[in-house]
């Protein structure tokens, strides 16, 4: 039943995302800016050429005619190819989702590692230096830009301590060779533990930058949700029964207490999936957000529509995990 | 009765200040990386009496607004590829030209290019750009403005490698004490391609240019060499031939001969010849017919048109050549994951998009480099490249910017490197429409620019006054022309004759 329930939701993703395409490839479309312009550059080009290309990128037929030629190459499973980098779009954001990905799970996981123990802390010693510490700190967390922080990092761990690389996947001595685009995946694959540690420790700074941000705004969900759980009669009700404080405390409280910010990491997940341009840019990332944003800047229609259409899809994606993540916490909840 | 004397009062009062405050005022459009530059001069402009609005836009979105002739004023700059006016000025400043836009248009100038663009020899062609620069330097279309140096900066380990004035990294002779690989941080997020037919930026063709060769190069200072070419004849004025260098092998060990010349440019030159895709370099080589070749080491340019045999060397040196029989044989997706050239550096692995590993071609025709391997990688944060060179990471990086430069002087184990750059940064003046469509009011802006201080506060010294749109480093630059002075009196005198209020 839940499973029929699951599969319905993810069909109902479709018609979202082709609708999000046609919005996105329309707008684009109006906005000012010519693609052949920009690709060509400041040398001197003929007319005549100008024209030819633009005939052969299909941009000089109406956007209506436009419109149905994406959605038929659509229809036969290919995004097309794009227009500056001469290279298909699938291979673009396929190259670059698995190096997101790879970051956006060593967020979480940073975020998770951070704001459980300290959301949890703060709200059983309510009021004490702790919370006080936590609540200060969140809030500089929340604040603090993340170009700043990130470079802050760098200086840091990389060229004072000497500790951390400042910036990339993978130190070029020990690349090997690509089969997911998970970089800890394929050095495992290759069986170079080596090469494993170093993917390791260029996630470490990326992941710090994105993961204090994430863990600021969780920390404090996870606080307030903690304090109000903790003022329920269930959980009364069980220290009256003799329940030891640590299961009152997780199994009673936490549990209830998680699904405000599950929701509240769902919201970010999304967002980090779409890639983060900024801290892809500073940490010299190849992932997604660096791509759309260029590409945008660049009027790579192609590529732009593609991302807009898998940012439709992961978030609706991402919602629906989160759905079933309440029903797995409270068993009350339907899908 | 009483209240109407006062308003008759008042709208006299108001017509008489609306006749007597004509003050100059117009949109000044810029784009982000200018916004500070240009926030300078509306207050060099304001105290003179000139109202001044900055507004700040997206490049993209600027330029088409430009083109549509909407604007008034706007900080633009344009790169040439050549060390010549022949893609700068002549794009920029030719009636129509697809460059132009201020929609300046003056016959004699574009007689004057016309001569330059199209005659062989060299003096005929000076005579006319130096003209040209006479003529467009009193028309004043721009507030001419300046060029920046390139400035890049290395570990004090790497010897035999400098900065070049056309972005490329020449890694041949170069070597590091103590090792033996060398990593550069690159200013891009991404290089285009390993195709050689299908890119235009510079960042690509740095790295193309240590694993492919071309038939000629250029020294860091610009200076045309021989490469795979040992020799070139003017036949006459449309037909130029090449003799190759023989014992050029590629890297996967075939020779190359004259067929591998003709197909690389004619892969360029025929439409839709790459895949069914056409290549956006054929405009560099201006009008030519077509490449063929006459023996085994002698290849021929065919123009159409009578043009210099110095535009087209320097075109030459931008044309990796690439192998015939590999690329037919893998066909053109095959040969972007494992290219082959004949430069001294061979691909090994990476992605365009993080870094490129390169390693030593043992075969190098002209003797095997020092280093055995080079890595580029990719680093668009310049605060971030800068770390990593601190760090010891990377051993050269690109395009520093001005106000980091201190920051590095101050290490002992780095230095800074500067070349001469070839892109031009002004800011265009609509000469269509008013206030701009008279001459005296250009003339007044460029009087009453302070970019001294402008290239001394801003750019940390790293700049070069224009006195128009013609670059020192190209070709027929007349360096008896000196740029506007800063005379804001000058400058009031003019606004007044053209009808205008200024500040006393």
Redesign the interface.
């Known amino acids: 039943m839940r499973l029929l329930k699951i599969l319905e939701r993810m069909l109902a993703a479709i018609p979202v995302a082709l609708g999000v395409a046609v919005l996105a490839f329309l707008f684009l479309r109006f906005l000012p800016g010519d693609p052949v312009q920009i690709m060509l550059g400041d040398t001197k080009v003929s007319q005549q050429q100008v024209t030819a290309l633009r005939h052969e990128l299909n941009l000089d037929e109406p956007i209506g005619s436009q419109l149905v030629h994406f959605f038929g190459q659509l229809l036969h499973g290919q995004l097309g190819t794009s227009i500056i980098k001469d290279q298909s779009v699938s291979s673009l954001i396929g190259g670059a989702l698995p190096a997101t990905i790879e970051l956006t799970l060593a967020t979480v996981f940073v975020a998770l590692l951070i704001a459980l123990p300290v959301g949890i802390l703060s709200a059983l010693y309510q009021g004490s230096w702790l919370d006080r510490v936590v609540l200060s700190g969140a809030l500089l967390g929340v604040s603090m830009p993340s170009f700043w922080f990130g470079l802050l990092l760098i200086l840091l761990f990389a060229v004072e301590a000497h500790l951390l690389p400042t910036s990339g996947r993978i130190s070029p001595t020990l690349l090997v060779e690509r089969h997911t685009g998970f970089m800890l995946i394929d050095t495992l694959l290759a069986g170079n533990v080596r090469a494993f540690v170093d993917a390791l420790k260029h996630l470490v700074l990326p992941a710090l930058t994105l993961g204090v941000v994430f863990a600021a705004v969780l920390a404090r969900v996870i606080r307030s949700s903690m304090i109000e759980a903790l003022h329920r009669q269930y959980v009364t009700t069980a220290r009256a029964k003799g329940v030891r404080e640590r299961v009152v405390i997780i199994k009673h409280a936490l549990r209830n207490a998680l699904i405000p910010a599950v929701t509240v990491a769902g919201l970010q997940v999304g967002e980090l999936l779409g890639g983060n341009m900024i801290v892809e840019t500073i940490f010299a990332w190849p992932g997604v957000g660096r791509l759309v944003v260029n590409s945008i800047f660049a009027r790579d229609y192609v590529v732009v529509q593609a991302a807009v259409m898998l940012y439709a899809i992961t978030y609706v994606g991402v919602n629906l995990l989160v759905d079933v993540l309440y029903t797995v916490l409270n068993p009350r909840i339907v899908l | 009765m009483r209240r109407w004397k006062w308003l008759v009062i008042l709208v006299l009062v108001l017509l008489v200040g609306a006749a007597s405050a004509k003050k100059l005022s117009f949109v000044l459009d810029t784009t982000a990386n200018r916004a500070d530059e240009a926030q300078a001069i509306a207050a060099q402009l304001q105290k003179i009496g000139v109202d001044v609005q900055v507004r700040v836009w997206?490049?993209?979105?600027l330029?088409?607004?430009i083109k549509a002739g909407s604007r008034q004023a706007y900080t633009t700059d344009?790169?040439?590829?050549y060390f010549d006016p022949?893609?700068l000025g002549?794009?920029k400043l030719t009636t129509g030209g697809?460059?132009n836009y201020s929609f300046y248009s003056n016959a004699q100038v574009d007689k004057d290019f016309k001569i330059a663009s199209t005659t062989t020899s060299d003096a005929p062609r000076a005579a006319a750009y130096e003209d040209a620069q006479q003529q467009v330097f009193k028309d004043a279309p721009w507030i001419f403005g300046y060029v920046l140096k390139n400035i890049e900066a290395s570990s004090t380990a790497v010897q035999g490698w400098g900065p070049a004035a056309d972005n490329s990294e020449s890694l041949v002779g170069a070597s590091v004490q103590g090792g033996n690989?060398l990593?550069v941080g690159m200013r891009t997020?991404?290089i285009?391609?390993f195709?050689p037919a299908?890119?235009?930026?510079r960042d690509t063709e740095a790295v193309l240019r240590n694993m492919f060769d071309s038939l000629v190069t250029h020294t860091l200072a610009g200076k045309v060499v021989p490469q795979l070419a040992t020799s070139w004849t003017k036949v006459n004025d449309k037909t130029y031939d090449f003799t190759l260098h023989s014992g050029v092998t590629f890297q996967n060990g075939d020779p190359l001969t004259a067929a591998d010349v003709v197909f690389t440019f004619s892969r360029i030159l025929t439409?839709?010849a790459v895949n069914g895709?056409?290549s956006?370099r054929?405009?560099?080589l201006?009008p030519i017919d077509h490449v063929e070749a006459l023996d085994a080491t002698h290849v021929r340019f065919v123009y159409k048109e009578p043009f210099p045999e110095s535009l087209l060397l320097q075109a030459l040196v931008h044309f990796q050549i690439v192998p015939k029989a590999y690329m037919e044989k893998v066909g053109v997706e095959g040969f972007?994951k494992a290219p082959i050239g004949s430069g001294p550096f061979q691909y090994e692995?990476?992605?365009?998009?993080?870094?490129i590993?390169l390693k030593r071609y043992d075969g190098y025709w002209g003797g095997p480099a020092k280093l055995s391997?080079i890595?580029f990688?990719?680093?668009?944060?310049p605060?971030?490249r800068v770390?990593?060179l601190?760090?010891g990471?990377v051993q050269i990086i690109q395009a520093v910017p001005p106000d980091l430069v201190s920051r590095l002087q101050s290490t002992s184990s780095v230095s800074v490197k500067t070349a001469e750059g070839t892109r031009a940064y002004q800011i265009e003046l609509n000469n269509k429409v008013a206030p701009f469509n008279d001459v005296r009011v250009r003339q007044a802006l460029n009087y009453a620019v302070d970019w001294n201080s402008i290239l001394k506060n801003i750019y940390h010294g790293y700049g070069q006054r224009l006195a128009t749109a013609f670059l020192p480093s190209g070709f027929g630059y007349d360096s008896s022309l000196k740029p506007y002075p800063y005379d804001p009196a000058k400058a009031k005198e003019l606004l007044k004759q053209a009808g205008y209020d200024v500040n006393n």
């Open positions: 997206k490049s993209g979105v330029s088409a607004a344009w790169g040439s590829a022949f893609d002549i794009p697809r460059g690989s990593v997020d991404q285009i391609t195709d299908m890119y235009r930026d439409p839709g895709q056409t956006p054929a405009g560099l201006g972007k692995r990476g992605s365009l998009d993080s870094q590993v391997q890595v990688r990719m680093m668009p944060e605060s971030t770390a990593a601190l760090s990471e």
